[in-house]
């Protein structure tokens, strides 16, 4: 009984002593049993378990029959793809086995190769994720850079910062003005986790700012430009806000450049870093949204003090309509429409019966005033 016209046949590269260096081909049949072949008119059967696979690599071509024989060792290379195909798709039970484990070889040496590159690429690609992310994803990479600082390294960030900060400055002392700005104060930020400092500088600009962790410094030009108590109160509840929602904060960090937010990441809070950190602190300004929420929270502190909250209305109105002269503090709060319609409806939906501060609002301004 002869199987031959249903067992595989496959062209192939056969290379053995006697044979030139580049091979001889031939045709081989994988009989159930054995291997057939014929080089140089001779027929070699070969039974199949003293034959073995070799080679491998990443290529699946690279497999090779090989068999110690006359002379030496012997090697059948199937010459290509499709001959490799026919050889493993209709091979005997016999050499299945074999075929098998060395596919499976074949495989997780590529599957090494695979990761090998992965790891690799990624390696080589890593600063330019960073960098992609850091420019696609800085307001949030500086929330959570912020989430992650307790309370104790901001305020001591604060104090490096408010000193650097106020070194160019002249700061006032006006008893009288401190007097209000601190009973005003400690009504708005009862309860706070952080604690307060007040400070008045002698600039005529109109601007006040907050620094982290609890300084809060107000210019003289904005004490004179405030037509009441309860307005310079609207300012002093703002500037709050962006304490206590750590906006201020969270602004420094997004402004700052890859390699410091790189340290800040990693939680290297060291001194140089913080005081690196604060340059950017008098000229911050604000995004829309912590304004919005700035001044939301302002009402709802205006009003569970007991002061008048359209106060701080009536300040941003009468800046919005003042003579056109540049307004530090505008430039740093900016105060478009919509934050004001915001502003607008939030004090309208907080009106109440509220007392007047009580205060000779004229005399106290008169203490600034060159
Ligand atoms: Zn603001």
Redesign the pocket.
């Known amino acids: 009984m002869t199987a031959t016209t249903t067992n595989p046949t496959f062209a192939c590269q056969c290379y053995g002593p006697g044979l030139a260096p580049e091979g001889r081909r031939t045709t081989a049949e994988a009989q159930i049993e054995q291997l057939v072949l014929t080089i140089d008119g001779r027929l070699i059967r070969l039974p199949w378990k003293s034959c073995s696979i070799t080679g491998g690599g990443f290529d699946h071509q690279q497999l090779q029959l090989s068999w110690k024989g006359d002379g030496g060792n012997w090697t059948i290379v199937p010459s290509d793809a499709k001959a490799f195909t026919s050889l493993v798709e209709n091979a005997p039970a016999a050499l299945k086995n074999q075929l098998d484990r060395w596919q499976q070889g074949v495989k997780r040496v590529n599957r090494g190769f695979r990761l090998g590159a992965l790891a690799l690429g990624f390696i080589v690609a890593l600063p330019f994720l960073l960098l992609a992310l850091f420019l696609a994803r800085s307001d949030a990479i500086a929330q959570w850079i912020t989430d992650q600082i307790p309370l104790e390294m901001e305020q001591k960030f604060g104090d490096i910062a408010f000193k650097q900060t106020t070194q160019q400055m002249a700061l006032l002392n006006a008893p009288d003005v401190q007097r209000v700005i601190e009973e005003i104060g400690a009504k708005l930020t009862a309860g706070s986790a952080y604690t307060y400092h007040w400070f008045v500088a002698d600039d005529p600009t109109v601007n006040a700012f907050a620094v982290p962790g609890g300084y809060v410094v107000v210019n003289s030009g904005l004490i004179e430009s405030a037509e009441s108590a309860e307005e310079l109160a609207g300012v002093l509840a703002?500037?709050v806000?962006?304490v206590e929602q750590r906006?201020s904060l969270k602004q420094l960090v997004k402004q700052a450049g890859l390699a410091l937010t790189i340290k800040l990441a990693l939680g290297d809070w060291g001194e140089s870093v913080l005081a690196e950190l604060s340059r950017n602190l008098a000229s911050l300004s604000?995004s829309r949204d912590?304004?919005t929420k700035?001044?939301a929270k302002a009402v709802d502190a205006l009003r569970e003090a007991g002061i008048d909250p359209s106060g701080l209305l009536r300040f941003f109105e009468n800046l919005a309509q003042g003579n056109g002269e540049s307004i530090a503090l505008l430039s740093?709060?900016p105060a478009p429409m919509d934050r004001m319609e915001a502003l607008r409806a939030a004090t309208e939906s907080a009106t109440g019966d509220y007392q007047a501060l009580d205060y000779d609002w004229q005399a106290i301004k008169a203490e600034v005033k060159n």
């Open positions: 703002h500037e806000q962006h906006h604000f912590h304004e700035a001044d740093t709060h």
